[in-house]
């Protein structure tokens, strides 16, 4: 800012008022080119025909005073409603509208590029001037601000509008700047209205930022409609209660910032709290799990060692109890020796008394009946043979041979017989074992669905769903099947097939809600199910469904599921036309009969033939499975009945192959037979007659008989002799087996035993297997089977926890992966990377938590909070500065005289409003509990009351009445105004408007309100009256009486106002004895251009005397009356 910009203004206006000097107005509306008004300190009255251009005049320094687009031109005409001058008008110079029959026109004096200039020159009572002017300019045809260019000068000097409008040429802007720059005294502000208002507002000391306004508005205020405003909008000063609360609003945005990354950590930190646990037991399931491992890893190692030491002990008893038996052996062969020396004797003995004779007898007579024995019973054989196979069974030499070639013949044929027979009945078995697996294949199905009753869907896909509800910890209501939410009423039956055609794989499509499909997809990603697996994430629902009048979903039960409205989207646009016919079908694209032919859009037809269409097995829509069941059911006693005829026919085909098998088996042995193998007859004679020989020779009472019986005596000692030893030796060989085979069954343990075996997966296999000896030698190998199984058992244990876990830590890492991905960016989305999230949850419970907590009790106790005490205190202090305020315009009225003997006293009435009460309540609320340890409960208090600050601080709805009546004090609160006598201050009369007064009393009743606002807000503080002064009045008092008029502009000049006056001339009696000078505006009919003159009072009443007699002169000439002069 410049020095001269800093000059203090108490010194450069050190005494004395500031008023109106000059006004200059270049092209500005009737105005055509340069005109300039002198103003008399003493009051000038502005006057003219109507139309002459008075109110343009003036416009033109309320122009200078206000911003274009609050400017509101010809007000005392308008009163109130809208203008029809703006701005662009008078830069264009409108003077009518012109209409060639099919639009109309505006009629302009400046009709393309236009320069527009206006000045203020202002002179203050110690001579001092200050100088405002303005240039607005517009390059082509026109009528938009936007196009508009201004370029405003504040001078400390008389800047002339032409030394302006000079300088700058044929639009040379540059120029201009550098000249009003070289001068000191002058200061450009471009295009910037705000910064050249608070510049003139300094210089002419208007203090309050109402002070333009209320002069515009005084400008033509005839009445006053409504007091409250009045005052509210034009008198007291704007509220700064809006930018206080705009700061506590801006305050709790950081707050809310905080407060959000609370939230979030909080947020994070639930997410991950379990994770910790989680990640010990996982620790733990896969130490244990690495222990199971190497338990059974060890398994082997560990029987062997046990092996090795038992089959050792086991060996060394064999070998001792083999030991015991060879010493037994050496005695048996003594005894061996000794029994063949005695039998040897009473052979010998035998022999002598004819025993050899005897011995070659009976050995011929047991050959002999050995013989017998064998050919009797293949006689038998072959005769039993004979009669299965019909045949004659007689024993003749000739019958043999006949029954032997009716065999080969019969054998020749036999093995094309049996083929045949050994192929039906493996088409039998076949057929047999195929229904066997059919019914152990549906009876699995039957159990697998009499388990899962409240779903059709296929239990494939029910596994899979409820394998993975159970890993992610997903609700089961949320997931589930499209099938499982429909059914086919009733009476269309038999749309059934067909409908289950038409949705095909969507009835097994796995709906899941929107904020778990992440979890869901990464867990399918990980997996192979063996299965088509569709998944739909279920999404907001953005319209209502549209089905097809004949369309099959119109056919089908919905069930009550919070999915429902949604599927009914979805499948909207799968819906297909019912028709009965394929004639109807070509006709009607996307259509379907109940035989299932579908036809797409026009000309492409498909019919699913793989099953049949009413196949119940491939249905899976409906809310139970009691159609599939049912199906099931009568499918297996179908089968059931095919089994036992299948059963009949296999036997069957069984019986006739074993028939043929065991006939061909007889003719064989028929075949093979030889006739001296049979003949009994010569077997059976050989024999009687040996047997009669050896009877002969074995009477009782000879001396053989007693030798031969001491020899067999002995013989009979020694074979018993014999078997003891051939006992021993089977006892010595069987432990010698044994023995061998616990030094190979040692040897294979002690192979086992090689592999490193560390000790405490020893001491873990020994509490788990227990202590072994000899008795669990037999049944090691099973132990270790056993334990296999238990380890097998204990590892899929700990591998199903292990899963369990990994599904438990992925929910939480892509839980909090997919809520913040940015935190999680670099980290491992694996239970590998679960590290990262403890050490950032460990992070959050010991550095980001309580930081956060800090930060934000701190800001929400010494930054928002005491902002709202502030700005509660602001609220009170300008309650009561609005009441000093009053007070101060009631002090200024006290000296005013309204009516005779009376005064007029403006009084408050605060206003109650339940919107405001209880703002008020919950601030005080907020203020009290300031201390409370509940942050969170302050917090959302405080974060309802901001909403309320929010919204009446925002630029859509700050101007609204709820807001203002929330955060400016000026609308809590009415005024009226009471007409007071003097000497008793009894109250004669209240107002709130003018409403119900005569015009005169209006007016009178406006000009003193007026007044009295005019002179408290032009003056500043520390002043005793106004500075800048000087006020026009428009057509003020053209319907009061002129005593009245007299006191109200007593009144004006009582409160030091240079009022300067706009009327017609019919009210000149009254601006008489109030201006000094005279301004007459004169307008061109013909041109539609205005000008000025100056004139004394003298000369007007000179004037309107000379118009007086030329008005009476033609009146007496049209009455022929010669009237002489002189």
Request: with cysteine.
């Amino acid at each position: 800012m410049s020095e001269m910009t800093n000059t203090n203004l108490s010194e450069l206006f050190s005494t004395g008022q500031i008023r109106l000097a000059e006004l200059s107005v270049y092209n500005w509306g009737s105005f055509h080119g340069l005109h300039t008004a002198t103003f008399d300190p003493d009051g000038t009255l502005v006057t003219g025909d109507n139309g002459a251009g008075k109110s343009t005049l003036i416009d033109g320094h309320m122009a200078l005073l206000n911003r274009p687009t609050q400017t509101t031109f010809n007000i005392a005409a308008a009163q109130g409603d809208r203008s029809d001058r703006t701005l662009m008008s008078y830069i264009r110079g409108n003077f009518g509208k012109a209409h060639d029959g099919t639009q109309t026109a505006n009629l302009l004096k400046r009709d393309g590029a236009t320069l527009t200039g206006l000045r203020a020159l202002y002179q203050a009572d110690d001579g001092s001037q200050i100088t405002l002017a303005v240039l607005f300019w517009i390059h082509h045809a026109g009528n938009s601000l936007g196009d508009l260019k201004r370029f405003y000068v504040v001078g400390k000097r008389n800047l002339h509008l032409e030394e302006l409008i000079r300088e700058f040429g044929e639009v040379n802007l540059r120029h201009l700047k550098q000249y009003v720059e070289a001068d000191p005294m002058l200061k450009h502000f471009d295009n910037s209205f705000t910064a050249y208002q608070e510049y003139y507002a300094r210089l002419l000391r208007m203090e309050n930022s109402n002070a333009p306004a209320l002069l515009q508005r005084a400008l033509g205020l005839k009445k006053i409609d409504d007091l409250t405003s009045l005052i509210r909008d034009l008198v007291l000063e704007p509220s700064k209660i809006r930018e206080m609360a705009a700061g506590v609003v801006k305050e709790f945005d950081d707050l809310i910032s905080i407060h959000t990354e609370l939230i979030t950590a909080r947020q994070q930190r639930e997410v991950l709290e379990p994770l910790p646990e989680l990640s010990e037991q996982f620790n733990k399931v896969r130490e244990e799990g690495l222990r199971v491992q190497a338990e059974s890893t060890g398994l082997s190692a560990f029987f062997g060692e046990q092996g090795y030491r038992l089959w050792g002990l086991r060996s060394e008893q064999l070998e001792k109890t083999q030991s015991n038996l060879k010493a037994e052996e050496a005695r048996l062969q003594e005894l061996e020796i000794q029994a063949n020396e005695r039998v040897d004797s009473l052979y010998q003995a035998y022999q002598m008394q004819g025993g050899e004779r005897l011995e070659s007898l009976r050995r011929e007579l047991r050959e002999a009946e050995h013989a017998y024995k064998e050919t009797a019973s293949s006689a038998r054989a072959y005769q039993m043979d004979a009669r299965d196979l019909g045949l004659p069974d007689a024993l003749s030499i000739a019958v043999v041979r006949a029954n032997l070639d009716k065999a080969q013949q019969v054998l020749n044929d036999l093995p094309a017989q049996i083929y045949e027979a050994q192929n039906a009945f493996g088409e039998a078995k076949g057929s047999l074992s195929a229904i066997l697996k059919q019914i152990l294949t549906l009876e699995e199905q039957i159990q697998e669905i009499e388990r899962r009753p409240n779903s059709n869907i296929d239990p494939k896909f029910q596994k899979l769903r409820d394998e993975l509800v159970d890993s992610l910890q997903l609700d089961k209501n949320g997931v589930v099947f499209i099938g499982e939410l429909l059914d086919v009423r009733d009476h269309e039956a038999r749309w059934r097939g067909a409908i289950e055609r038409a949705l095909g794989g969507l009835r097994t499509t796995l709906l899941v809600p929107e904020s778990k499909y992440r979890l869901v997809t990464g867990w399918l990603n990980g997996r192979h199910t063996g299965l088509h697996v569709r998944v739909q994430v279920v999404n907001r629902i953005e319209r209502s469904a549209e089905f097809l009048g004949d369309g099959f979903l119109r056919k089908l039960e919905w069930k009550e599921h919070p999915y429902r409205d949604w599927l009914k989207q979805h499948l909207a646009r799968f819906d297909l036309h019912c028709v009965d016919s394929a004639d109807a079908l070509n006709d009607t694209p996307f259509s379907m009969t109940r035989e299932g032919l579908v036809q797409m859009e026009k000309g492409r037809f498909e019919k699913k033939d793989q099953t049949h269409v009413d196949d119940r097995r491939n249905w899976y829509l409906g809310f139970n499975n009691a159609h599939r069941l049912a199906a099931l059911k009568s499918d297996g006693l179908a089968l059931r009945e095919d089994l036992d005829v299948t059963r009949k026919l296999e036997n069957e085909a069984r019986q006739a192959l074993d028939n043929l098998t065991e006939s061909e088996s007889s003719w064989k042995r028929l075949l093979d037979t030889q006739w001296e193998k049979i003949d009994v007859n010569s077997a059976q004679a050989r024999h009687e007659s040996l047997k009669a020989d050896l009877e002969a020779l074995e009477q009782p009472d000879s001396d053989l008989a007693q030798a031969k019986k001491l020899w067999e005596a002995a013989k009979d000692e020694r074979e018993s002799v014999r078997a003891a030893q051939k006992h021993n030796f089977q006892q010595v060989g069987a432990l010698g087996r044994d023995i061998e085979e616990a030094n190979k069954r040692r040897q294979v343990a002690f192979s086992a035993a090689q592999i490193a075996l560390e000790d405490s997966v020893r001491a873990s296999l020994s509490l788990r297997v227990g202590q072994l000896n000899l008795d669990d030698l037999e049944r090691i190998d099973a132990l270790e089977n056993q334990q296999r199984e238990y380890l097998g058992e204990a590892q899929r244990s700990v591998s199903n926890r292990e899963g369990r876990l990994v599904g438990k830590i992925t929910s939480v890492i892509t839980t909090f992966k997919t809520n913040w991905p940015l935190v999680a960016n670099d980290w491992v989305d694996s239970v590998d990377g679960r590290q990262d999230y403890i050490d950032y949850l460990e992070q959050l419970d010991h550095e980001g938590l309580p930081v956060l907590v800090e930060r934000f009790q701190e800001r929400l106790n010494t930054n928002t909070t005491q902002s709202l005490g502030r700005m509660q205190r602001a609220i009170d202090d300008e309650r009561e500065d609005i009441q000093d305020r009053i007070e101060t315009i009631n002090d200024v009225l006290e000296r005013t005289e309204f009516r005779r003997g009376t005064f007029l006293r403006l009084g408050i009435r605060n206003e109650s409003y339940p919107h405001v009460k209880a703002f008020t309540d919950q601030l005080g609320q907020v203020l009290k509990h300031a201390t409370s340890p509940d942050h969170e409960w302050r917090f959302q208090e405080l974060r309802s009351l901001v909403e309320k600050l929010e919204k009446a601080t925002n630029s859509a709805t700050a101007s609204n009445l709820e807001s203002l009546r929330l955060l400016d004090s000026r609308y809590r609160m009415s005024f009226f105004a009471e007409e007071v006598e003097k000497d008793t201050l009894r109250v004669r009369d209240v107002l709130e408007s003018s409403s119900g007064k005569s015009g005169g009393e209006k007016e009178s009743f406006a000009g003193i309100i007026v007044a009295a606002s005019l002179a408290y807000v032009l003056t500043p503080d520390g002043s005793s009256h106004p500075v800048y002064c000087t006020v026009f009045l428009d057509e003020a008092f053209s319907n009061t009486a002129e005593a009245v008029s007299r006191r109200v502009l007593r009144v004006f000049r009582e409160l030091k106002i240079h009022v300067n006056l706009i009327t017609p001339y019919k009210n000149l009696n009254l601006a008489r004895d109030s201006a000094r000078s005279l301004l007459i505006a004169e307008r061109d009919a013909e041109r539609h251009e205005s000008r000025l003159s100056q004139i004394t009072w003298e000369e007007l009443d000179h004037q309107q005397a000379a118009r007086k007699a030329a008005r009476q002169a033609k009146a007496a000439a049209d009455l022929g009356i010669e009237v002489g002069l002189g």
